[in-house]
């Protein structure tokens, strides 16, 4: 067996990477994937396995737009790895979305699906787009489109696609349509976040933050963290940061800190986390926010300031890289969810182990999400629903066991939360590759 292991540099330049950089997502997964692989002595084989992804499609996709004129959009659907089952992940609608990124998340998908333990493998798509300046109508022939173009590799025991950044349920039942014309027949397990109404699952919406919330309350149990008498900032504001902001101030923590795109809020004494998401849909912004003070935003990361903050959690939930050896001596939160993915840079992961800040990986925090949406997938198949409260029970039976799992490997190997995660997940992807066997 193979021994020596390739640097991600080297892995980078053989899966045709456009520029190793720290901001680059791809290069990133790899040199978190090297760091991995050679702590747990992973074979070299199986390490070019997960360092390459298992297919990649590329798609030219023509729409008619509503004043008559024909534009042409690029699309991806990336499969990392389907060892432990049918890929997943989502479809992001962007106009910074590439290749490398889309590789990227896919690749944690492999990893995340395999933390949680559920029989997935990783995907993902995405769309170069700036779906605000398309209408209603274009969105759905440009995702109509899309589904078209993929459908020959999705397929409910094949690759089942679910929503990500700027897509939502109706873009999920614009695709669930979309391939049962083409099937012949409804499939609603072919797609995951649709609508209730055509066999969503309860409790999809919350998902993310809801499994976040579980590992959180694992973390403060190890750590003697009073809840009660904790501190929460929330950077980014859309679904993940709501209801990550919703369910600390749930927990009796105060959230004194939460930002968007275009500005950031602080107040020690805490925030109504509903009260700023009605200012935010009726303004635009969480900016102005009455009672509390502006923070002056970083038009890339949000806000800053705010990941500077001495709190007790930190939930990064907007973008990818807003941690990174530049600002990460800065940090000063105890604990960092990652409600985003890959939002801190693997220099940067390395310091705040050493800083002695627990890290909760983006593949176990935020994996929430794609848990549920397995739960969806299994309602689907067997046509029985369930209510919220059995979502809710299951998903902190994962989530709780995932974290138990992982900060035990962290302890007795004395390894970073992230590497702990990525060990647990390869043994269980590189078991299920060894089991199969390499064929023809």
Not at 28 to 36: A, C, G, I, Q
Not at 366 to 386: I, L
Request: charged share 25%; hydrophobic share 40%; aromatic share 8%.
């Amino acid at each position: 067996m193979g021994t020596v292991i390739p640097s991600a540099e080297e892995m980078f330049r053989i899966t045709g990477g456009a520029a190793p950089s720290e901001m680059n997502p791809w290069f990133n997964f790899l040199k978190l994937l090297e760091r991995s692989a050679k702590v747990m002595g992973l074979d070299t084989g199986y390490y070019k396995i997960l360092a390459t992804p298992k297919r990649i499609l590329e798609v030219q996709l023509p729409v008619k737009m509503d004043d008559g004129r024909i534009e042409v959009f690029v699309g991806w659907r990336v499969q990392h790895n389907d060892a432990r089952g049918p890929c997943k992940g989502g479809i992001r609608y962007h106009p910074a979305v590439n290749e490398d990124e889309v590789k990227a998340l896919a690749a944690w998908m492999s990893i995340k699906t395999a933390v949680v333990d559920i029989p997935y493998g990783g995907a993902k798509g995405g769309i170069r787009v700036d779906p605000h300046k398309l209408s209603p109508n274009e969105l759905e022939r440009l995702t109509r489109r899309f589904a078209w173009a993929i459908a020959p590799i999705i397929g409910v025991d094949r690759d089942i696609p679910a929503p990500d950044v700027y897509t939502s349920p109706r873009e999920m039942a614009w695709i669930y349509d979309t391939y049962s014309q083409i099937v012949g027949y409804p499939e609603p397990g072919v797609i995951t976040g649709k609508p209730l109404e055509l066999g969503g699952s309860e409790g999809r919406k919350e998902a993310t933050a809801r499994g976040l919330q579980y590992t959180v309350e694992e973390a403060i149990k190890v750590l003697n963290i009073d809840p009660k008498k904790a501190t929460a900032a929330v950077q980014g504001y859309g679904n993940a940061g709501y209801f990550s902001a919703k369910f600390m101030h749930e927990l009796g923590m105060k959230v004194v800190a939460v930002s968007d795109s275009r500005g950031a809020i602080y107040n020690p004494d805490g925030l109504d986390p509903d009260a700023v998401l009605k200012h935010k849909k009726e303004t635009g912004s969480v900016k102005d926010f009455p009672g509390a003070t502006n923070i002056d935003p970083d038009p890339r990361v949000g806000n800053a300031k705010l990941l500077e903050l001495d709190v007790d959690v930190l939930i990064p939930a907007a973008i990818e890289n807003v941690i990174t050896k530049e600002n990460v001596d800065k940090i000063k939160a105890k604990i960092v969810a990652e409600a985003a993915n890959g939002p801190t840079t693997p220099e940067a992961d390395l310091v705040l182990h050493e800083k002695g800040i627990l890290v909760i990986p983006d593949v176990l925090a935020n994996a929430g999400g794609v848990t549920v949406s397995y739960f969806e997938w299994v309602q689907a198949r067997t046509r029985e629903w369930w209510d919220i409260e059995t979502v809710r029970q299951k998903l902190r039976v994962r989530m709780t066991k995932s974290f138990r799992d992982i900060y035990n490997l962290h302890r007795e190997k004395n390894i970073d939360m992230r590497t702990a995660a990525y060990w647990l997940a390869i043994d269980r992807i590189v078991a299920a590759m060894r089991l199969r066997g390499i064929w023809p």
